[in-house]
């Protein structure tokens, strides 16, 4: 690994970002991903200069990895090393995006129906009433 995948990675390792567990150098079809969360389909790529002149080939690259279902997100080398915080932070905004959000909050088994049957009761209270 680069130091780059090598400070991303003391970030990534040991479920840190909201307990899922990432892999590094993963082959995926005929490439490597720098890293991969299969649980919820996130890659995370590290781009350094050489990427400039073959951003076509990643471009290409990022189509087919999200037409096989996987969000990707792609960091420069100066990202990482310099800001490292900033980096933490997209990453957990998008797997807290990419998480499944919980149910809402339902009443208790009964409740529905014990409220339906009040509004029903106080609805009716009042007929034929002057």
């Known amino acids: 690994m680069t130091d780059t995948e090598q400070a991303l990675?003391?970030?990534l390792r040991g479920r840190q970002i909201s307990g899922l567990?990432?892999?590094r150098q993963?082959?995926?079809g005929d490439c490597i991903l720098d890293f991969v969360c299969l649980e919820n389909r996130l890659v995370i790529e590290v781009d350094g200069g050489q990427?400039?002149?073959q951003a076509e080939y990643d471009q290409i690259r990022t189509r087919?990895?999200?037409?096989?279902g996987f969000h990707v997100l792609r960091f420069w080398n100066n990202d990482v090393l310099l800001d490292i915080e900033a980096v933490k932070e997209r990453i957990w905004l998008t797997v807290r995006e990419l998480l499944p959000h919980p149910?809402?909050?339902l009443?208790?088994?009964g409740g529905g129906a014990e409220i339906r049957q009040q509004s029903e009761?106080?609805?009716n209270s009042g007929a034929g009433t002057p």
């Open 51 to 53: 990427h400039a002149e």
């Open 121 to 123: 009761f106080n609805d």
């Open 21 to 23: 567990k990432f892999r």
């Open 107 to 109: 009443p208790l088994e």
């Open 64 to 68: 087919n990895l999200q037409k096989a």
């Open 103 to 105: 149910p809402p909050n």
């Open 9 to 11: 990675w003391r970030i």
């Open 26 to 28: 993963h082959p995926f």
